[in-house]
């Protein structure tokens, strides 16, 4: 494992049980990601992409494999961690951009992005005004969701996503419903990040997006595909 290996995930793989079927949602998929990387993850719909984002940002269990995140074995290792460790990985290392943004429709632009802070040590206004000026919502600041175009919405979902100081953000789908124009935007935005020395992956059904990532998984029924 190289030095400045972020991700490092070996053998992983997620078996759902239906009835008295199996379902391989992911099938031994082994991989590395390097801080600063930008990998794109591509594939059918129902491959298991979004499962194995899941899985690589501690947000659901393997049933079987590895995954070690920023030097720390979280699964696969000799003991298991705790919730509480968990929770500490997921807030010390991750950035989640969710492709149906989950912005709360009740709380404004500066609220939502102040929101995972709100669980341990609150984030201030400054870094929230840091956040919106690299995405250039600063003027959306006390506005609601629901008067947001779709690509400030995204642009919100980013910032929430950096709030913490991530050192991976993780993104399924972040131009799911994006035109061409704010699609080059959220590629300039994510490939900016991965200036910071932040690894960024994410799930794409944009082939142009995929293609301007460092590296391009390919997943067909739960594993990597390689041509
Ligand atoms: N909680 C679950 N219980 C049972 N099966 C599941 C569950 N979640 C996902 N699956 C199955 O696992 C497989 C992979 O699903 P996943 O959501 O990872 O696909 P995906 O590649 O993200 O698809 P899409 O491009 O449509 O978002 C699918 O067959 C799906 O039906
Ligand atoms: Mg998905």
């Known amino acids: 494992m190289a030095n400045n290996t972020v991700i490092s995930a070996g053998n992983l793989s997620k078996i759902y049980k239906r009835g008295s079927e199996e379902v391989r949602a ?30 690589i940002g501690c947000l659901d269990n393997p049933t079987s494999g590895s995954l070690s995140v920023g030097g720390r074995q979280v699964f696969g290792g000799h003991k298991e961690l705790s919730e509480k460790e968990l929770t500490a990985v997921r807030r010390e290392m991750f950035g989640y951009v969710f492709q149906k943004f989950y912005l709360i429709p009740t709380l404004t632009v500066e609220e939502n992005i102040l929101l995972p802070g709100a669980f341990y040590k609150a ?44 050192k991976v953000v993780l993104a399924d789908e972040p131009t799911g419903s994006l035109d061409s124009r704010r699609t080059e935007e959220i590629k300039g935005i994510l490939r900016d990040l991965t200036r910071q020395g932040i690894t960024v992956v994410m799930v794409t059904h944009n082939l142009d997006l995929a293609r301007s990532a460092d590296r391009i998984l390919e997943i067909r029924d739960g594993k990597i595909h390689t041509p």
């Open 123 to 166: 984030p201030g206004a400054k870094a929230a005004r840091d956040v919106m000026g690299l995405l250039g919502i600063e003027k959306r600041s006390g506005h609601l969701p629901g008067e947001l175009s779709g690509g400030e919405m995204q642009r919100v979902a980013i910032a929430r996503a950096l709030i913490n100081g991530p």
């Open 26 to 55: 992911v099938d031994g998929v082994s991989f590395e990601a390097a801080a600063g990387e930008l990998v794109s993850i591509i594939g059918p719909s129902g491959s298991g992409k979004t499962t194995l984002l899941n899985m």
